[in-house]
């Protein structure tokens, strides 16, 4: 028991003692994103971190668009948002909630704050605001409008909402304290007028409320138990817990605030991203170079890798970034056992082995992953014309080189040794064909024991091989010099996507499916591009390398 408490996270504890003491008998948690972008790898913490406590402790959890403020969203965001988060696995309870359907709530919790006394109609100007806002070592002022009558205050409120007031000219304000040491507690506009079109109730409301006033109230209707949200709204909780006081809700909801997951070198604000997609730098949200979920998706990153990465992050309320090799390893991981170890080469040149029969194709038989035989074997064919790696091959190899090279032997992975007798080079110094003899003895190489020899390469055979683009991807912010640069522009690293468009990969690969990924002996693990690919063009996108320095401690 002892050891089941200590490794529980602190929003596991606070759940446990609330049960204990008898505050919450179901757990309701909720994912609360506005549509206004992408989601991307933070909010994936946020969407498991929520999910996985419904689950742990048999509750529910809702899947709500907190749709309050019209002018940044739109549909298109709903869609891609639950497409992303059925892919992550989490599974929402009902129908999908969205917060605009609960405007004639907080239109009514609104007036019961006005009955109360608790808000009022203001007329100060947005700069007149902010001078009687005070400042951080000073109290704000009351405004003027403070003590208008709570008649007073119904009327102009229903005047708000029935679009006789331009839009800035009035707001609803919370009566609270000007001289609260937390300035969100200075009379906080909880009402605005907005002549805006929304994605969802159109023009019925000409007034919104704010996301503070609103949120409380959202979790509220729903039953949430545990209002779990990022750091930032800590300083916020005391006007969350006024609103839900106020207003009298029976087993108010609590908010409980964790750290926000950074990841070094990528860009994760939405706003960020954003940025970039409008200013065309990106080739969309999805864009494999983003950590949106879309990209990461079409990268080829499984929803089991961000799963595991998300717990080995943790849930904490310290701040700190996370080091993106470790995303790396969380694919390393995942792909290791359940992917195909298939032969590509990127960068190809020719390799002609002399003494084998003109026109003789045989095939071999090769497990798909020796770790894993469960996933069987196919056959590869082999030739006398083959394709290597040009760096496969050296005309003056260093100390310690041991693949191709005048008079050296290689192993070629899964057929047979190849002995180098040759090489032709073109006018400008270009390796452009090695030439070999093979051994018929060394047949499927690794039973051979006669003599040995140090280096295996891969190879595929040129008749056979089809012919396909791989994108090679690096981090999309130039590492040295940071992420913005002086005049605040983002610092595009000008080499984060290098296209090769002549490489050749097995036959096999005809049958790749859009999303399915590989491992590329030698090369790492790569992906067929959702977009670009087809059949008779195949795209490949490098997800990751195969080797890395990160390691688990
Ligand atoms: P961004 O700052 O990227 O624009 P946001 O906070 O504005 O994100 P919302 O749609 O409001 O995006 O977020 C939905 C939920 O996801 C919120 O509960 C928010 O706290 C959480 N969330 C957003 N970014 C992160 C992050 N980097 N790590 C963990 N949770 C996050
Ligand atoms: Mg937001």
């Not at 008898?22 to 948690?29: A, D, N, P, Q, S």
């Not at 005070?134 to 003590?147: K, Q």
Request: aromatic share 12%; net charge negative; hydrophobic share 35%.
């Amino acid at each position: 028991m002892e050891l089941e408490t200590t490794s529980k996270n602190f929003i596991e504890q606070i759940i446990d003692k609330d049960i204990e003491e008898g505050h919450c008998e179901v757990v309701k948690t909720r994912f609360p994103p506005e549509p206004n972008g992408y989601l991307h790898i933070g909010h994936a913490k946020s969407i498991l971190l929520n999910y996985g406590l419904a689950v742990k402790y048999n509750g529910q959890f809702n899947m709500r668009f907190d749709d309050t403020n019209p002018t940044k969203e739109k549909e298109e965001f709903v869609d891609s948002i639950l497409t992303d988060i059925s892919w992550l696995g989490a599974k929402w309870e009902g129908p999908v909630l969205f917060a605009s359907d609960y405007f004639p709530k907080m239109y009514e919790a609104a007036v019961t704050l006005i009955k109360k006394g608790k808000a009022y109609v203001c007329d100060l100007t947005a700069s007149q605001m902010r001078e009687y806002r005070g400042t951080l070592t000073e109290p704000g002022m009351d405004s003027p409008y403070r003590n208008r009558s709570i008649e007073e205050n119904l009327e102009l409120f229903e005047n708000m909402k029935d679009g006789k007031f331009p839009d800035g000219e009035k707001v609803l304000r919370a009566k609270i304290d000007m001289s609260s040491p937390n300035i969100n507690m200075r009379d906080p506009i909880i009402y605005r007028v907005a002549h805006i079109t929304h994605h969802r109730t159109g023009d019925a409301w000409c007034i919104y409320p704010m996301y503070d006033f609103a949120h409380p109230i959202e979790d509220a209707i729903e039953g949430i138990t545990h209002s779990i949200c990022t750091l930032e709204f800590e300083d916020h909780r005391p006007l969350y817990d006024w609103v839900v006081r106020e207003l009298e809700y029976e087993n108010p909801p609590k908010q409980i605030e964790f750290a926000k997951l950074y990841l070094t070198n990528v860009v994760t604000g939405k706003r960020y991203i954003k940025k970039l997609v409008e200013e065309g730098i990106v080739d969309g949200w999805d864009d494999p170079r983003l950590v949106s979920l879309s990209a990461l998706r079409r990268r080829g990153f499984t929803p089991e890798s961000i799963k595991m990465f998300v717990e080995l992050v943790g849930v904490t309320k310290s701040q700190g970034s996370v080091e993106y090799p470790m995303l790396e390893y969380c694919i390393r991981e995942d792909l290791k056992l359940k992917s195909n170890r298939m032969m590509a080469v990127l960068d190809p040149i020719k390799l002609i082995i002399d003494n084998y029969p003109e026109g003789q194709v045989e095939y071999f038989d090769v497990l798909n992953n020796q770790e894993n035989e469960e996933l069987g074997s196919r056959k590869v064919p082999f030739s006398k014309e083959l394709y290597i790696e040009r760096d496969d091959f050296m005309e003056e190899p260093p100390k310690k080189y041991f693949r191709l090279f005048p008079g050296n032997e290689v192993r070629l992975m899964n057929a047979y040794f190849v002995k180098c007798e040759s090489f032709i080079k073109d006018e400008n110094g270009n390796v452009t064909e090695v030439h070999c003899t093979y051994d018929p003895a060394t047949k499927n190489g690794l039973n051979f024991t006669e003599r040995k020899v140090k280096g295996t390469i891969h190879w595929l055979s040129a008749g056979q091989a089809l012919k396909a683009e791989v994108r090679l991807y690096e981090n999309i912010i130039d590492e040295e010099k940071g992420v913005y640069n002086d005049d605040g522009s983002i610092n595009i690293n000008p080499n984060s996507v290098t296209i090769l468009k002549d490489c050749f990969v097995e036959p096999d690969f005809a049958k790749a499916k859009s999303e399915e990924k590989f491992q590329f002996v030698r090369n790492g693990y790569f992906c067929v591009d959702s977009k670009d690919s087809k059949p008779e063009s195949l795209v490949f996108n490098r997800i990751v390398s195969l080797k890395s320095s990160f390691k688990i401690n």
